[in-house]
């Protein structure tokens, strides 16, 4: 069993930045792809960025070059980095963690971008 926590969303204004957590427990961290997810009221969840064997895999087109993907293993994180934010990146931000056909989701926290 796994467990995804996020941490660190918030309300920021255009242009600001923010960096977001997912501890996960119960599991051996590094052997998961790990990803960061995103859903937009009215909106279908979408890929922001993954991680697959430590190693970052891919971006949304929308975020490159501005939000940065990263894993603390020794702490069992995920980081997510975002800078230069939009206010189209207002949405609920997931942590994802999968192997073997098992998915495991966080509880979800809010990134609110507006002036």
């Known amino acids: 069993q796994v467990q995804l926590v996020e941490s660190g969303g918030g309300l920021v204004q255009p242009g600001g930045s923010l960096r977001l957590s997912c501890a996960a427990s119960?599991?051996?961290?590094?052997?998961?792809?790990m990803g960061w997810y995103r859903q937009a009221p009215g909106k279908q969840r979408e890929l922001v960025a993954a991680?697959?064997?430590?190693?970052?895999?891919n971006y949304a087109d929308s975020v490159k070059g501005r939000f940065t993907v990263s894993s603390d293993n020794a702490k069992n994180t995920v980081y997510l980095s975002m800078n230069s934010l939009k206010p189209e990146d207002t949405a609920v931000y997931y942590c994802?963690?999968?192997?073997?056909?098992?998915?495991?989701w966080g509880q979800g926290t809010q990134v609110t971008v507006s002036s």
């Open positions: 994802n963690a999968q192997r073997l056909g098992y998915v495991y």
């Open positions: 991680m697959r064997s430590g190693a970052v895999t």
């Open positions: 119960g599991t051996f961290f590094s052997s998961y792809d």
